[in-house]
């Protein structure tokens, strides 16, 4: 099947500080590709839907000036944490949809202290 | 009310066991229906879809009642390997996005 790489894998940093997230599809293009947050014990929840060339479309009560995604190819999304909060410590996990389905990648862990 | 509501569990069954998850959604233009599995602190995997004529892969059987807007996972045979949380998922056809439910966790015991 289709293979969505995430990098890193798992990230610290200190409040303040801004981190980046790239999400790549290895063998196909994606021309959409999502970004979802989990907390502990919680479900998926969508934070935005990115398309290539455009601007991203964020789900309600997702901050898009401190959430920053760039679709800049059809294999490349990123997405930006500035400013980062202990509270958005979270399990960031992006995925790439082709025609048939959608893929996710390994996940991104961030702590932030 | 939550678009993909579960029984979060967990459900503590021995090998061998046959268990049930059952799910269900609110939001009648959902389209498509998924189940999947989710090992901890791992990205959610497609276990399979989920059709209105039931459809079953090995051990697994997976069932749509549209009617009454739930679906069903039936795992036979439970085996250790099985244990994971198990996500109901829906598309809805509006906004063609996946909605998540919380998980139902499976711990399989020897």
Redesign the interface.
């Known amino acids: 099947g289709a293979v969505v790489s995430q990098h890193p894998s798992w990230v610290i940093c200190k409040s303040g500080t801004s981190v980046k997230i790239e999400c790549r599809s290895l063998d196909f293009q994606a021309t959409t590709m ?1 970004w979802y947050r989990q907390f502990p ?6 934070m935005a ?1 990115s398309n290539e060339g455009s601007k991203a479309t964020y789900e309600q009560g997702v901050e898009k000036d401190k959430f920053l995604i760039n679709h800049a190819s059809l294999t490349l999304s990123t997405l930006t944490v500035t400013s980062a909060h202990p509270e958005d410590s979270s ?1 960031y ?1 992006c ?1 790439a949809r082709d025609h048939y ?2 893929y ?4 991104t ?1 961030l702590t932030v202290t | 009310r939550k678009e993909v509501e579960q029984d979060p569990g967990p459900f503590n069954v021995p090998e061998g066991a046959t268990v049930a998850f059952n799910c269900t959604y609110s939001n009648s233009a959902s389209q498509s229906f998924f189940w999947y599995r989710q090992d901890c602190r791992k990205e959610p995997k497609l276990l399979m879809s989920v059709y209105s004529s039931g459809n079953e892969d090995g051990r697994f059987t997976a069932q749509l009642n549209r009617a009454s807007q739930y679906i069903s996972l039936l795992i036979r045979d439970s085996k250790l390997s099985d244990s994971a949380t198990y996500l109901c998922v829906v598309n809805n056809l509006n906004t063609d996005k996946l909605i998540f439910g919380t998980g139902t966790r499976l711990q399989v015991f020897p």
């Open positions: 999502f014990k919680q479900s998926l929840m969508l839907t399990f996990i995925s389905e959608q996710f990648g390994p996940g862990r």
